[in-house]
């Protein structure tokens, strides 16, 4: 599995040709037809990825190239294996304004499978909420940029489930 923003894209025959690339170094990945049929539409230049499939080393460009058997957004990913959405909140002066606004935020994006935490910093008290299951949201960009505005991009993040510890 890797993961990268797509700064190339060809053709070769039947096959699509990506140019994956995380800031670090840059990776081919080729899809052939059936891939290719599928999972073409999420092929955008610009776009973050996410690609499964069999790596092996290639001689010939003395580099690494991936078959890729499946490709997703990075945002499917994201919103598919979030599992807790935590908000950081340390202006108390704006009380209740701030939990109607959060709540107007929060609401159409319901009934999903990530929690949310609000991390309150006051200067009398400090508390970690949970929503509780009511509250679970589909963390979508759409959510995480209005969250962004409301509470500035710094402030939220996203947990995901850590390996599991084998005994």
Known sequence: TAAGLIVE???RGGRLILTLDDGSARLE???FEDAAREYGHLVVVDEVV???GSLRFDEFI???RLAAKSLRSADECIEAQ???LLIRWDEPQRGREFVQALKDT???YREGPCDVCVDYQGTAARAMVSLGGQWRVRPSRELRERLGHLVGEERVRLLYPGPV???
């Open 29 to 31: 990945a080729s899809m």
């Open 106 to 108: 929060l609401a159409p």
């Open 82 to 84: 979030a599992r807790r």
């Open 50 to 52: 996410v690609v499964e």
């Open 9 to 11: 894209v060809r053709r």
């Open 165 to 167: 510890a084998s005994a």
């Open 62 to 64: 003395d580099g690494w």
